[in-house]
């Protein structure tokens, strides 16, 4: 056991982790110098020992406070681990990476501010920053995206400073250059500025404006001081505004000068009017579009209009305008006047364009009136086409065309309709009728006759009345053109069907004597074609002699409210089903002794007239023994009954001897019974 214990331990290697430590720097080592772990273990198997321990101060000649954490860099250090239990210890050499994680720190970022067009400062100018290790030289300082700032476009432009120090520790801040415009926009004149009185003054006629970055500038004017209808020199002030705000403002002067005439400005120089207008001098007086004058505030009546104008007649003539101001200046503008005719002749449809069914002409002035504004019938040119067919309903179409002398043309186009308006007539002077309740009347039985139509049709066809009584009937006949004939029908409603009795048999046999039977049983159904009725509105006529032999009838009467009638009958039939009733007694009878066979017979029947018979009919006493008689009885309807009946013939002195020898027997054997008893009795006690 020892042996194995020694060969275990032998196969025992201690496994090191962690021998690479990451300390940083200006970090007490303490925290860190414990980190590397050891384990025993053998064949897969991890061993504990509670005795284990660490030495991590002078081994091989390594002192903890050999290692300075305040430079950067590797250190090679021994441990050693040692199991007491196991008598075993190992030595590692670790290393302690000495490093700095701590980024860079600003300390002061700077903004720039510049004028548009300006040349980008430098942006590391004023940048103050500091590192926890490194020297500020050793700091390696970028400037990001510093080439999106536009330094010719105004804006807030934002850039990135970023620090990077040796150990690759990087820090990052965000500033910006602010592109700015501070700068006026500049105003030149460009000429003298003199108007006409009452002209518009559009500034930039007479001035140029620019600026050092916008393309456009806002320019605005104050002429308050200004009376442009009126004569003379008036200061006034110019504002030109960047997008940036800057404001540049002078004072300049207007000259308001007069030179000009009235203007008379119209719509047209060439006037077409309809011929007979009654309103042309309005017209005229429209085509004035506005009268403008630089002093006076002149309108459309002030303008004179001459002119020799007949409006009734077509012609050319001339128009003058003309317009006068305060200073005595005139203006006058001559026009060409037309007086023509436009207007299309008249083509009014004085009646609808029906022809009835029938007619065998189609007068054109009957239906339409042709007229024009200016010419005269006889001078029109008229063209019709149409085509009829008088013979069949429908439609035609018809083209009307009238042209004047002026060329103007009037077209109608439109439809002649060759139609029906005769209604169809009743060839019958039937007004009333009768009809059964519920059943169909075919109305299709009156005769129609039509102009136009073979076969007119009705409102009704068939027609089926589901109540009795009195109604009117409006028969309409209508034919294929919607021409419609009236008659008015009184139909009268019967009920002329009897009643129903449905029986459950035609036949009831029963017996003479029997009991009275309920008629109403007999009954299956009971209905009518329009009245409500129950079994119990049926009539039962009976004459049924239940005691008597015969054929009777019940009679089955309904009749409803109409009076209808119906009735069904049951034969009766009254018969005798009753058999005989034949009642007897065995009988012992004396040997030699007279018999009759009806004697303790009795027979019964409803029929008094029966007939009876006896089987055999005599019996001979002198014979001892035992008979079977058989009786028969038959009434008169054959009913029949039959009875057997049980006769012993006997000697009476016989049966006495017999008594006799029974008894002595038995007091023998008693005797001898009651001896042989007592006798070994009397034996058994000796």
């Known amino acids: 056991m020892q042996i194995f214990k020694i060969f275990q331990m032998l196969l025992m290697v201690v496994t090191w982790t962690n021998v690479e430590v990451e300390v940083p720097v200006y970090s007490s080592i303490s925290e860190y110098i414990t980190i590397p772990q050891a ?61 700095d994680k ?66 690759n520790n990087a820090a990052k801040a965000t500033s910006y250059i602010e592109v700015v415009d501070t700068i006026a926009p500049f105003i030149e004149k460009q000429k003298d500025i003199k ?33 442009f209808y009126k004569v003379g020199t008036y200061y006034f002030y110019i504002t030109a505004t960047d997008q940036s705000g800057n404001k540049n403002t002078i004072s300049d002067t207007i000259e308001i000068v007069h030179t000009g005439k009235p203007e008379i400005i119209l719509y047209s120089n060439n006037l077409s009017i309809e011929v007979g207008t009654s309103d042309y001098q309005e017209r005229i007086i429209e085509n004035i579009k506005r009268v403008t004058d630089k002093v006076d505030n002149l309108t459309p009546e002030d303008v004179l209009i001459t002119h020799l104008i007949n409006i009734n007649k077509l012609d050319k003539y001339q128009v003058e305008y003309k317009v006068k101001n305060s200073f005595g200046t005139a203006s006058t503008v001559l026009i060409n006047v037309s007086i023509v005719d436009t207007t299309r002749p008249t083509i009014k449809v004085l009646s609808d364009l029906i022809i009835p069914y029938g007619i065998k002409s189609f007068i054109l002035q009957n239906h339409f009136e042709i007229s024009d504004n200016y010419d005269d019938y006889s001078d ?95 028969l309409i006949a209508t034919d294929s053109s919607g021409n419609q004939s009236e008659k008015l029908i009184i139909v009268n409603v019967i009920d002329d069907e009897p009643p129903t009795i449905i029986l459950t048999t035609n036949e009831i046999k029963l017996s003479m004597g029997s009991n009275r039977i309920n008629p109403f049983d007999y009954i299956d159904e009971v209905y009518d074609n329009y009245d409500n009725l129950e079994i119990n509105d049926v009539k039962i006529f009976d004459t049924i002699d239940y005691n008597e032999l015969g054929i009777y009838e019940l009679i089955y009467y309904l009749c409803d409210n109409y009076g209808n009638e119906t009735y069904q009958i049951i034969i009766v039939k009254i018969d005798d089903t009753t058999r005989p009733v034949i009642t007897t007694t065995d009988q012992i009878i004396k040997y030699k002794s007279k018999f009759n066979i009806w004697s303790g017979v009795l027979v019964t029947d409803n029929d008094p007239n029966l007939k009876l018979y006896a089987y055999p009919n005599y019996i001979d006493t002198s014979k001892l023994g035992t008979y079977e008689i058989t009786y028969i009885a038959v009434d008169t309807r054959g009913n029949m009954s039959k009875a057997v009946r049980v006769i012993k013939v006997q000697d009476q002195n016989l049966n006495i001897k017999t008594y006799l020898y029974i008894m002595v027997n038995f007091i023998i054997t008693s005797i001898a019974t009651g001896g042989a008893y007592l006798y070994f009795k009397n034996k058994k006690r000796k």
């Open 39 to 99: 384990e025993l273990s053998s064949n897969g198997d991890v061993f504990y020992d509670n005795l284990m321990y660490y030495v991590y101060d002078g081994v091989d000649t390594n002192y903890l406070t050999d290692i300075d954490t305040n430079y950067v860099g590797k250190v090679r250090y021994m441990i050693k681990v040692v199991f007491p239990t196991y008598s075993i210890e190992s030595k590692k050499e670790i290393i302690l990476n000495i490093v």
């Open 380 to 474: 029109l040119s008229i063209n019709t086409i149409y085509k009829i067919n008088f013979e069949l309903l429908g439609e035609y179409p018809i083209r009307i065309e009238v042209t004047d002398r002026s060329k103007n043309r009037a077209v109608f186009e439109g439809v002649i309709r060759v139609v029906d308006l005769e209604p169809p007539v009743f060839l019958t002077d039937q007004d009333e009728i009768v009809v059964g309740v519920y059943l169909n009347y075919d109305f299709t039985n009156f005769l129609i006759s039509d102009n136009y139509d073979k076969n007119p049709k009705l409102n009704l066809s068939t027609e089926t009345f589901s109540e009795v009584g009195s109604f009117t009937i409006n």
């Open 102 to 167: 701590v980024k860079p720190t600003f300390i002061t970022v700077p903004h720039f501010k510049i004028q548009v067009g300006e040349k980008i400062p430098d942006v590391k100018s004023g940048l103050e920053f500091k590192d926890n290790y490194y020297l500020q030289n050793e700091i390696i300082v970028n400037v990001l995206s510093l080439d999106t700032v536009n330094n010719k476009k105004i804006g807030k432009y934002p850039f990135t400073y970023e620090l990077i120090d040796p150990s």
């Open 195 to 227: 108007l006409e009185i009452g002209e518009a003054f559009n500034v930039r006629s007479f001035y140029k404006f620019s600026d050092n970055h916008d393309d456009y500038v806002s320019v605005t004017t104050d002429i308050s001081n200004v009376n």
